[in-house]
C-alpha cells in the first residue's frame, strides 16, 4: 500500500484472481510480457498453481524470477510490484488504482463497482464466465478479455500481445466504460443510503420476517 500512495491517481493496473485463481508458469510468463509492452504501471498478486489433483488454496512463490523472462524484475522496478495475498478492497479503494484484471468472482465485481474501478474480465471458472458476459455484453460496464464462452471453455491461454491491448484499453481507452462505471458507483452507494432501494428493501424484509415471528407466538 506504501506503494501505491507514491503513484499518480488512476496509474495503476490491479491483476488479483480471487482466493482460488492461478495459473501456470507459461501463462505467467505471457502476463508479464503484456503488462511490459503496456507501459503501465502495474500491482500484480500472483499465486501458484496447487500441486494436480489437490484442491487446496494457491501457495506463495518464493522466487518469482522463476517464471518471469530474465531481468523482468529490473527493468520493472520503477513501475510495477508483484506480491503474494494482497488487501484487494483497500487496493481498489486506493486512488491510485485505475482499472482490474479480475476472474471476475461476484464479490470482486461489486468491490469493483462499488469504488468506481473498471474491470478487465478473464473468468476462470463456474459462474464466473457468466458474469463476465453480463459486466461486458448486457451492462457496458468492463473490457472483455477475448475468451471462449462455450461450455467446454475452449483454450483460454492468453497470449502477451492480447492481455497488452486489454490493459492499455481499460487504462487509456475512450473513458465510456470508466464513465458508465463511475456512474454505477453512485447508484450503488445511493442505494444502501437511507430512503435507498437497497435500505428499503431489508427494511421490508425485516418487517416481514419480524410479523412472521409475531404470528408464530400467536
Known amino acids: 500500500m506504501t506503494w501505491l500512495d507514491d503513484q499518480p491517481p488512476k496509474s495503476v493496473v490491479f491483476l488479483c484472481f480471487g482466493s482460488f485463481g492461478s495459473f501456470d508458469e507459461a501463462q505467467l ?46 527493468r520493472t522496478k520503477d513501475v510495477g510490484i508483484l506480491c503474494g495475498w494482497a488487501p484487494q478492497v483497500e487496493v481498489l479503494a486506493h486512488r491510485a488504482t485505475g482499472g482490474f484484471v ?10 469493483s ?36 464462452y462455450r461450455r ?9 500481445d492480447e492481455i497488452e491491448k486489454v ?25 444502501v443510503g437511507a430512503g435507498g432501494s437497497s435500505s428499503i428493501t431489508i427494511r421490508h424484509l425485516i418487517e416481514v420476517m419480524l410479523a412472521s415471528l409475531d404470528k408464530k407466538e400467536e
Not at 479480475?102 to 468491490?111: A, Q, Y
Not at 481499460?170 to 458507483?185: L, N, T
Open 29 to 74: 510468463r505471457e502476463i508479464a510480457v503484456g503488462l511490459e509492452k503496456s507501459g503501465k504501471k502495474f500491482l500484480w498478486s500472483v499465486r501458484k498453481t496447487p500441486p494436480a489433483g489437490q484442491f487446496v488454496m494457491p501457495g506463495e512463490y518464493a522466487n518469482h524470477e522463476k517464471f518471469l523472462p530474465p531481468r523482468f524484475l529490473e
Open 167 to 191: 490493459v492499455r484499453c481499460v487504462m487509456d481507452g475512450d473513458g465510456a466504460v470508466r464513465k458508465r462505471v463511475e456512474e454505477m458507483s453512485e447508484v450503488c452507494r445511493k442505494a
Open 152 to 160: 467446454d471453455g475452449g483454450n483460454h491461454f492468453m497470449v502477451a
Open 113 to 148: 463497482l462499488w469504488h468506481g474501478v473498471p474491470i478487465v474480465t478473464w473468468p476462470l471458472s463456474a459462474e464466473q464466465q457468466i458474469n463476465a458476459f453480463q459486466m461486458v455484453r448486457d451492462l457496458g460496464l468492463a473490457v472483455e478479455l477475448r475468451l471462449d
Open 102 to 111: 479480475s476472474h471476475c468472482g461476484w464479490n470482486s465485481i461489486l468491490e
